[in-house]
């Protein structure tokens, strides 16, 4: 998979790219991070990519033709199949489901907004999906694409070994994971629940499959009610 980054901060990515899964990966050839200079696409002589908005206000708006200017030379150069992504506090809120989605893309190009935002004729002129890590609002798109990228990456098959497996954790099946214990078996008066120790593997499932649900209800019960009908679609 190939992922392209259009950003004004290239340099911000380096550390998350540096380290990790997300560095083996590309060091085993899983995924490919290409990272864009927006101004580098600039016509303009001091290679300027925002203006003031029109109608007044706060801020400065990223101008449209350096956008259209770096995807149209991504889309020349490989890219025709690469899913476009504009992160935005503006776009539909991203998801499991949606990482699960973007992972099966055979490129993905993420375009990083900063200031007040993209001018509007990018969304018109290249319908990219808007997307949204959350409510509330960061300085850019550049710490949400790094948010996606980890997310979308660790799902690349391959990419996980089989000691991180994806099976068991948050989310994929709906709910919150099981609390983990690891050594010693007491910790500052504080012991592993027995059945963990039991050798009962039966018991062991059975423990962690309670413990997700009662953690699900306490902290979100809008995903337990959601857990709830898919099984119900199940039947
Ligand atoms: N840019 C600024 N805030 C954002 C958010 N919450 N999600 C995606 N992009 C953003």
Known sequence: ??????????????????????????????VKVNLLNLRDFSKDKH????????????????????VFEAVEHLRKNGREESFLVLLT???????????????????IILLCGHYEGFD???????SPLEVSIGDFVLTGGEVPAMVLLDSVVRLVPGVLGSQESLVEESF???ALEYP?????????????????????????????????QEKTRARRPDLSEKARRKKYRQI
């Open 172 to 174: 994929s099946s709906g």
């Open 89 to 107: 506090p503006g776009g539909v809120r991203y998801d499991q489901t949606l990482a699960q989605e973007l992972s099966k893309q055979p490129g």
């Open 47 to 66: 290679k300027k990519v925002d203006a003031a908005p029109y109608g007044g206000g706060p801020g400065m708006v990223i101008m449209a033709e350096p």
């Open 1 to 30: 998979m190939i992922i392209d980054v259009v950003t004004l901060f290239p340099s911000m990515f380096s550390g998350v790219l540096g380290e990790s899964i997300l560095k083996r990966a590309q060091e085993h050839g899983q």
């Open 180 to 212: 983990q214990y690891t050594r010693p078996p007491e910790v500052r008066g504080m012991a592993v629940p027995e059945v963990l120790t039991s050798g009962d593997h039966g018991k062991v499932a059975e423990w962690r499959e309670q413990k997700s």
């Open 120 to 126: 509007e004729r990018v969304s018109q002129g290249l």
